[in-house]
């Protein structure tokens, strides 16, 4: 489904930058009974909105298809996220003044990974998620979870049933949403006078500066900068008042803190005027795709190199920008033999288009390849300092991007 006006602010002033080709889906890992089985491929092509700066997906995929058949993404498999959310969590219980008659509602809530920390601390939560295995594991964790997609109707429903949210997160979802305003109306509907909403989300500078462009995907509509949400969130009654970055965090995250009332501290101006001098313009964009296409080139020679000289090279991270990338770059099993994933949910399975089989990390040890292309790159320290025996054995990391590099780790972080 081509989109022809901006996804926010509805301009018909869409520029493309960079085009990815025509790929399956990110997180559609493939069994083995499937794959003689044709897979659906979609164009993978972002532009940038000459009106409200969002840099944005120009097709649609049916939501259903992304993230409810089978989506297998657990936020619980990284101890960074784990510790993450734990962190931001009690800084809200105190900072808030959270307690037993306050709600919390997380959107997008997965598998209970941050609720479940209020939940501990006896304070009310409510999740929203439709994806089943997800909500599944959410309430075994005794996260109540809402098995829907969130938006303006099903906030009336929940503040109709007497459920106004103190506190509304919104952590790594609003770029997956296609209905902004419908998103963003319901984040207004359900939250309580004065209440905060936090929302946090790759931030489209790191993307470009760092050369993200794995984690382009269908999943991912819109890429994110401050003066993109500032305009979002303004047409709705709410205003940006804060804003935390987070370089460690999926390649570099902010955390935007919005609400009722505008109030900004000066950080947020400092983002905005910084913004309209760089990546608010479409200039900004136009070297992107040569970037792009550069690291392709460097990391088929690299890997193409190592075939040569009859080395082994395996992967780590079956993440939906590892399919990004080896899609993009038309990386297979003759150069990458296998990927290993700690999320079981995802092993014995396939990447998706080039049908790379998914093993257990245990393989590594088992199985050792000379090399292991970090697909998960964003989780690198967390992996490598896991893997220090594989390390300690001779293996090595190669990290794709920014640019592809083999990384120099002998006893460095372990
Ligand atoms: O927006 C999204 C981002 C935040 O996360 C989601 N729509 C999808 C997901 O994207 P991704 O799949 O690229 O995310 P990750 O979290 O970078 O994927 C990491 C993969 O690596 C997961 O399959 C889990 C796995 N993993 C592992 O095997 N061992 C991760 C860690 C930290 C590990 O130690």
């Known amino acids: 489904m081509p989109i022809t006006r901006c996804r926010a602010c509805g301009s018909p002033g869409l520029r493309p930058f960079l085009s990815l080709g025509e790929t399956p889906l990110a997180d559609a890992l493939v069994t083995g009974e499937a794959l003689g089985r044709e897979e659906r491929r979609y164009p993978l092509e972002v532009a940038f909105c000459e009106s409200c700066t969002l840099v944005q997906q120009l097709h649609d995929v049916p939501p259903q298809e992304l993230f409810v058949d089978n989506y297998l993404y657990f936020s619980s498999f990284s101890n960074h996220v784990l510790a993450h959310s734990r962190a931001h969590a009690l800084d809200l219980i105190e900072r808030r003044r959270l307690g037993p008659r306050s709600l919390v509602v997380e959107i997008a809530s997965n598998d209970g990974y941050l609720l479940r920390n209020f939940v501990e601390a006896g304070i009310p939560a409510l999740g929203i998620d439709p994806a089943p295995g997800q909500a599944d594991a959410a309430e075994a964790a005794g996260v109540p979870t809402v098995r829907e997609f969130f938006g303006d109707e099903l906030a009336r429903r929940l503040v109709a049933d007497g459920r106004c949210a103190n506190v509304i997160i919104a952590n790594n979802v609003l770029a997956h949403v296609p209905d902004l305003d419908g998103f963003v109306a319901g984040l207004r509907t359900l939250l309580a006078p004065g209440g905060l909403i936090t929302v946090e989300n790759p931030y489209v500078r790191d993307l470009v500066e760092h050369c993200e462009f794995d984690?382009?995907?269908?999943?991912?509509?819109?890429?994110?900068?401050?003066?993109?949400?500032?305009?979002?969130?303004?047409?709705?009654?709410?205003?940006?008042?804060?804003?935390?970055?987070?370089?460690?965090?999926?390649?570099?995250?902010?955390?935007?803190?919005?609400?009722?009332?505008?109030?900004?501290t000066d950080t947020v101006w400092r983002y905005l005027d910084d913004e309209a001098r760089t990546l608010a313009n479409f200039a900004y964009y136009q070297e992107f795709a040569s970037e792009v296409e550069t690291v392709r080139s460097e990391l088929l020679t690299l890997l193409r190199q190592l075939r040569a000289e009859g080395r082994r090279v395996a992967a780590y991270g079956a993440a939906a920008k590892g399919s990004t990338l080896v899609n993009y770059a038309g990386i297979g099993p003759d150069l990458v033999e296998y990927?290993?994933?700690?999320?079981?949910?995802?092993?014995?399975?396939?990447?998706?288009?080039?049908?790379?089989?998914?093993?257990?990390?245990?393989?590594?040890?088992?199985?050792?390849?000379?090399?292991?292309?970090?697909?998960?790159?964003?989780?690198?320290?967390?992996?490598?300092?896991?893997?220090?025996?594989?390390?300690?054995?001779?293996?090595?990391?190669?990290?794709?991007?920014?640019?592809?590099?083999?990384?120099?780790?002998?006893?460095?972080?372990?």
């Open 215 to 264: 984690t382009i995907y269908h999943e991912h509509h819109c890429y994110f900068s401050c003066t993109a949400i500032d305009r979002l969130v303004r047409r709705h009654g709410l205003f940006l008042n804060d804003v935390e970055y987070f370089s460690d965090l999926h390649g570099g995250t902010l955390r935007w803190h919005i609400g009722d009332r505008p109030d900004p």
């Open 339 to 414: 990927v290993v994933d700690r999320n079981v949910h995802k092993v014995g399975k396939y990447m998706p288009g080039v049908h790379i089989p998914i093993r257990p990390v245990e393989a590594l040890l088992e199985d050792p390849p000379d090399y292991v292309l970090l697909l998960a790159w964003n989780f690198k320290d967390e992996i490598v300092r896991q893997q220090d025996e594989y390390l300690r054995r001779g293996g090595r990391f190669i990290v794709p991007i920014p640019r592809p590099q083999v990384l120099e780790l002998a006893g460095a972080l372990v």
